[in-house]
């Protein structure tokens, strides 16, 4: 009588089955009395609803544990492909980082390099070092020299004209933004009248003389030339 009453009790335990031995003998110590009020707790819907519950925890637990696990090994498995792209995309970093440096004299110390690769900015970047500096300007004769030695005559006087070009273009902006500051300070003191929007480059090129002498007067011609490099920039930029 006690053996069947045990095994009506270890189906309704759910028990793995390398288990079901050790318990038939747990309960086996058990009187028959025991047995029969135990199996009425087992088999009574609460009881099974319970396991019911434990039950779907545990398989929501070790689906969670096998994902996570198969997360850490994935990592693992694409950890030294992660970190020879990191070493690639740093190098690279470096590389662009050290042009910016040289072409707005900015320190190529770790700081500078950390904060332009979090900010994608040279914005608020430390300026370089006299010592720096001084490398800087030894690499650019460096290779300007290089350049000479090892370019063909033709290529050459290609250069030259273009070079030439740059420094006369340079002179007329540097000449061109003097005169432009000059009128600005000009200006500041002579209570113009705010340049309203819709006097654009159009509306000032297609003024007559008449026109465009009224516009000075209320104006300035600090804000009417502003007005039409303003224009002119924002055409430029369209063509780029």
């Not at 690639?88 to 042009?99: G, H, I, R, V, Y």
């Not at 933004?177 to 929007?197: F, T, V």
Request: with cysteine.
């Amino acid at each position: 009588m006690k053996t069947e009453i045990i095994e009506a009790i270890l189906p309704l335990l759910r028990l793995p089955p390398h288990e079901h031995s050790k318990m038939r003998a747990e309960l086996g110590t058990h009187t028959l009395v025991e047995l029969k009020a135990f199996l009425g707790v087992v088999s009574s819907s609460g009881y099974q609803a319970e396991l019911a519950e434990e039950e779907i925890l545990r398989v929501q637990a070790e689906r969670n544990a096998d994902r996570i696990l198969f997360q850490i090994q994935r990592q693992q498995a694409t950890e030294p492909q992660r970190r020879a792209q990191a070493a690639q995309q740093l190098a690279k970093d470096k590389e662009t980082f050290a042009a910016l440096c040289r072409q707005h004299g900015l320190s190529a110390c770790e700081a500078n390099l950390n904060l332009w690769r979090s900010t994608n900015s040279i914005s608020g970047l430390a300026v370089a070092s006299p010592e720096e500096m001084e490398a800087y300007r030894q690499e650019a004769v460096e290779k300007r020299q290089d350049f000479l030695l090892n370019t063909d005559p033709t290529t050459l006087r290609s250069e030259g004209r273009r070079e030439s070009v740059e420094r006369q273009t340079a002179v007329v902006q540097d000449q061109a933004g003097r005169e432009l500051e000059a009128a600005r300070q000009s200006d500041q003191y002579r209570g113009y009248r705010p340049l309203p929007p819709e006097i654009d480059s159009k509306a000032i090129k297609a003024a007559s003389a008449v026109q465009l002498k009224q516009m000075m007067r209320l104006y300035g011609d600090f804000q009417i030339t502003t007005r039409l490099r303003e224009s002119a920039a924002a055409s430029s930029a369209q063509e780029n």
